[in-house]
C-alpha cells in the first residue's frame, strides 16, 4: 500500500528495511529479504506532487502545530486561507486526506492533501479532542448525509455476479447497500442523494447491471445519456 501511496515507499521504504538488516543477524535479514521480495507494488507514472507537504503536515501532526492552508474546494476556481490543527493524515481510494479541526468552520473537517496550494507552520500549538476516533470519522464524513427528514427510496438492481459484487464493494454505494441476492442487490437512499450521485455511477459500469426500480433512476440515467450525446455532438 505504501508503495502506491508514493510517499511512505520507495526511498523511505528502502532506508527503513536497510536499517532493519544492518541490525539483524544473518538468519533474520535472510527472513527480511524473503519478505521484502514477495510483495511488488505498480507504482503510477506520475510522481505524487505534494510529498513536501505531507512531510510537513505529519510534522504538524506530531508536533501539534496549528498550520495555515491555502485550499482549493471542490468544483471551486477560487482558493482561500484557512487554519486547520492537523489530526491525521489518510491514505485512502488513491488520495491523501488530511483530518483537521477547521477554525473557520469550528469543526473536524476533511481536507484533500492534493488541494492544499501551500501552508504555512505557525508556532500556535493545539490540544486534540478528546476520545477522537479516526475510524468513526473517516471516510463516513464524506459522504452525504442522511437527514432522515426526506422521502426514501430503494434503488434495486440485478447484473452478472463479477460486477454486482463490484458495485456492492462501491466506497460510496456500500455504505447505502440494504440486501444482496446472487444477482440482485438492494440500496436504500434518501431521493435527492439518489437522483443527484447515483446515476453516472451506474452508467460507469455499462451493460454489467440493469435497473428495476425505480423508474425515477431509470428516467435520471437517460436523461444523463442525452445531455452526454448533446455534450459530444456540439
Known sequence: ??????????????SA??????????????????????????KRNNKYPTDSRLEAL?????NRNSVIILYRKSGDGESNDRQVDPYRMIYWNDKYYLVAYCHLRDNVRTFRVDRIESLTVTEETFEQLENFSIDSYFPGNLLPIMENEG????????G???TL???CN????????????????EFQF???????????ILLSYGKGIQVIEPLSMKEEIINNLYNLIEFYQK
Open 151 to 158: 422521502v426514501t427510496t430503494n434503488l434495486v438492481i440485478s
Open 190 to 200: 434518501e431521493e435527492d442523494i439518489m437522483h443527484k450521485y447515483i446515476p453516472q
Open 165 to 167: 459484487e463490484e458495485v
Open 170 to 185: 462501491h466506497w460510496f454505494l456500500g455504505h447505502y447497500l440494504k440486501e444482496r441476492t446472487f444477482n440482485r442487490a
Open 58 to 62: 505529519e510534522s504538524c501532526a506530531v
Open 160 to 162: 452478472d455476479v463479477n
Open 17 to 42: 528495511i536497510t536499517k532493519l538488516k544492518n541490525y539483524s543477524n544473518f538468519e533474520q535479514a535472510i527472513e527480511v529479504e524473503k519478505h521484502t521480495s514477495s510483495l511488488e507494488v505498480i
Open 1 to 14: 500500500m505504501w508503495l502506491a501511496a508514493g510517499y511512505y515507499g520507495g526511498d523511505y521504504l528502502n
